[in-house]
């Protein structure tokens, strides 16, 4: 079946640090990809998503690419905020169907 | 107001309890979800609902069932709850354009059965 893959489990930086999320899908077809974030107590928010090939989304300062060579959708920002502090799941949504599969998230934490 | 509201936020339950896990949206929206969360393992989904009455299993839908008799109101149950569904469930909906559209999240159900 469709998977996500974030291999970073914990990210911490410093305010105008870079930051760079990996995010690796396997499914059939072509999927929609997605970023959400969660802030404590909240549910997960939409933050972008593309749906081709070399398409990029973004949204506050966020961004990332889909890439169907490297099956990646890498979540970058050049200059990461306090406030950016918060668990980022990068997200499939299966081609021709409705069940979005979420990875395991990613805890930044930015230091002021 | 584009809301997607659970009740109740935190739930104590001991084991063998039966569970009710409600959530309502206002946005006429036709596709349902429930998804949990545990560390380590991010969002699980739990079911699907397309539309009243019309619901389809998730990954992980064993110990678990659902309602939805109106659009705007989806149930959770959990028939003798055990304590490996502690949790935070997550209810969510979106349009009913297939999975390229966004999910709308609730704020959460934090669950323990003791």
């Known amino acids: 079946g469709d998977s996500v893959t974030q291999t970073e489990g914990q990210v911490a930086l410093s305010e105008e640090d870079f930051l760079t999320i990996h995010c690796n899908y396997s499914?059939?077809?072509?999927?929609?990809l997605f970023w959400y974030v969660q802030y404590p107590g909240e549910g997960p928010q939409f933050l972008f998503r593309?749906?081709?090939?070399?398409e990029k989304g973004s949204s506050r300062g966020f961004e990332a690419t889909y890439d169907k060579g490297t099956t990646s959708f890498h979540l970058r920002k050049a200059s990461v905020q306090e406030s950016d502090s918060a668990v980022y799941y990068c997200?499939?949504?299966?081609?021709?169907?409705?069940?979005?599969?979420f990875g395991t998230g990613t805890s930044l934490l930015v230091d002021p | 107001d584009m809301k997607v509201t659970q009740m109740p936020r935190y739930l104590i339950k001991r084991m063998g309890e039966n569970v009710l896990l409600e959530c309502g949206q206002d946005?006429?929206?036709?596709?349902m979800y429930w998804y949990r969360q545990d560390p380590g393992l991010g969002l699980q989904l739990i079911y699907i609902?397309?539309?009243?009455?019309?619901?389809s299993e998730g990954d992980i839908p064993k110990g678990y069932r659902v309602s939805r008799k109106k659009r705007e109101h989806f149930s959770l149950i959990l028939d003798s709850a055990k304590t490996n569904q502690t949790s935070v469930y997550f209810c969510?909906?979106?349009?009913?354009?297939?999975?390229?559209?966004?999910?709308?999240f609730g704020h959460g159900t934090k669950l323990s059965v003791l």
């Open positions: 997200a499939l949504g299966e081609d021709m169907g409705y069940k979005l599969t």
């Open positions: 946005m006429s929206h036709e596709t």
């Open positions: 609902s397309y539309d009243v009455d019309s619901n």
């Open positions: 499914a059939s077809g072509y999927p929609a």
């Open positions: 969510a909906s979106s349009l009913p354009m297939g999975s390229n559209e966004r999910l709308f």
């Open positions: 593309a749906s081709r090939d070399k």
